[in-house]
């Protein structure tokens, strides 16, 4: 009988461990609901890394809640944004508009603006990002009318279009991605294991000079970055080569964005660059491309933008986490009051 039983509980854990790596929304619920600990917990740096210095708990950041606008016509905020403003890090309480619509770079969808409203466009996207969604005509919010009786509305996709997008979203339902990170994550991230982990990073770093494939160590091995934005042979590298002629169409590409949405109906649309760690911090690890000046200072840019690099130059490591790539409460609360400003 207590063998059967054992049965049917390793059978029900091992069903709950392939339901909630093979989905991210059951994934993210049940760790919200802390049936397992938070990969992020002690940033994602040091989730990359596990090098133990870099160890750095998230704390909460006090409340940074901002009164409503006392314009005579109310405010809707749209943001299409990275990491950097998603509801983890932003939420509507912090923001001095009457409505807010998050939507991340990687998805898109169809909204329907209501002219009762000042509609902005906030186009955030972090350094590193910047060459790749500003490569072409920004298109992630498709207008397709307007919430005014009166006015025309946009003709609806037409069914092939349709189809080709449900096929996409039920390919990506049956072949999620990130499956064994995730599991491995649920399994491997009690604190219990991260000691392991940690010595085997300690051990290959000190010994041997190397750390994980995805970061980058400064020479003086007081500051921790992504790959991705330190090492000069990724493009989406602080330090990686920037042609004239690669400016210009990004500027290009702005601008007709910009364009393209307030022909469709905004009232506003700006520009928002968050530096790359590195940038700010360690520019002295490579040769600094300058890629968010040339692109805000440029002569050929038509669309106003939220300065904050300037801000973070001159105090850089203020305002970045040690075990993370992100802001840290002083460089979000200075962003949201520069956004606030605008609003």
Not at 82 to 108: C, G, I, Q
Not at 162 to 172: A, N
Not at 250 to 262: F, K, L, P, T, W
Request: net charge neutral; charged share 25%; hydrophobic share 35%.
């Amino acid at each position: 009988m207590m063998l059967k039983v054992l049965k049917y509980i390793f059978l029900f854990v091992a069903i709950f461990l392939w339901i909630q790596a093979y989905s991210p929304v059951v994934y993210r619920t049940m760790g919200s609901m802390g049936f397992f600990p938070d990969d992020y917990r002690y940033g994602d740096l040091y989730r990359l890394s596990y090098l133990p210095q870099f160890k750095d708990p998230v704390k909460t950041c006090t409340s940074y809640a901002a009164s409503q606008n006392s314009t005579q016509k109310p405010v809707h905020l749209y943001i299409l944004g990275d990491s950097f403003t998603e509801p983890a890090r932003v939420d509507s309480s912090m923001l001095k508009a009457n409505k807010y619509t998050y939507l991340h770079w990687a998805n898109s969808t169809q909204i329907k603006l209501d002219t009762n409203y000042y509609n902005m466009l906030i186009l955030e996207s972090v350094e590193r990002t910047a060459r790749e969604h500003f490569s072409e005509k920004v298109d992630n919010y498709q207008i397709i009318g307007y919430d005014t009786i009166g006015l025309a509305q946009t003709p609806q996709l037409s069914w092939k279009r349709r189809l080709l997008q449900k096929s996409e979203e039920f390919l990506t339902w049956l072949f999620p991605t990130q499956v064994e990170e995730r599991l491995q994550h649920t399994l491997f991230n009690y604190d219990f294991f991260l000691k392991f982990r940690e010595a085997k990073a300690s051990f290959n770093e000190k010994v041997f000079g190397r750390v994980e494939s995805g970061v980058v160590l400064s020479e003086d091995k007081q500051a921790l970055f992504y790959r991705d934005e330190a090492k000069a042979s990724e493009k989406t590298s602080s330090f990686y080569p920037l042609e004239t002629q690669e400016v210009n169409k990004m500027v290009e590409v702005i601008n007709r964005s910009a364009e393209h949405y307030q022909n469709a109906g905004f009232d506003k649309v700006v520009l928002a660059l968050i530096p790359n760690k590195v940038s700010v911090t360690n520019p002295e690890l490579g040769n600094y491309n300058h890629l968010i000046e040339k692109i805000q200072y440029n002569d050929n840019l038509k669309v106003p933008f939220i300065e904050i690099f300037r801000d973070f130059n001159n105090l850089g490591k203020m305002y970045y986490l040690k075990g993370d790539s992100h802001w840290n409460c002083q460089g979000k609360e200075l962003w949201l009051s520069k956004v606030n400003n605008i609003l």
